[in-house]
């Protein structure tokens, strides 16, 4: 058996199987799909603390007082930060905030402005 059995995106079964060249199907949810216009649309989904989608670009607001490290003072709620990158990790967002400078924040601590 030569070809490369995938694991289905809906169920996780291992038992899906290559029907055609470009799709494959799973037996158990009869869920059929290219891998390939897969890959293309999965990306790094991140959502603010309301289950809003964020997106790069985007602006948000920080709903609670954050303390910074090696600063006296917090970064306060309410603050709007803009232009936003998303990135993996714990903490998903990247951004520049006026006063701190380069910031990594979680986003369950905005929310999209």
Same mark, same amino acid.
């Given at each position: 058996m030569s070809e490369e059995l995938k694991q289905c +995106?809906? @169920?996780?079964s291992s038992y899906a199987y290559m029907m055609s060249?470009?799709?494959?199907? @799973? +037996? $158990? @949810?009869?869920?059929?799909?290219? +891998?390939a216009e897969l890959q293309e649309s999965q990306g790094l989904l991140v959502k603010d603390s309301n289950g809003n989608i964020l997106h790069d670009g985007d602006a948000v607001i920080i709903i609670k007082n954050l303390p910074v490290k090696g600063s006296s003072s917090p970064i306060k709620a309410g603050t709007k930060v803009k232009n936003i990158k998303l990135? $993996?990790?714990?903490?998903?967002?990247d951004c520049k905030i006026d006063g701190f400078g380069a910031m990594a924040l979680k986003s369950e601590f905005v929310k999209k402005a």
């Open positions: +995106p809906q @169920c996780a060249e470009t799709v494959y199907v @799973c +037996p $158990e @949810c009869t869920h059929e799909w290219n +891998p990135v $993996e990790g714990d903490h998903n967002i």
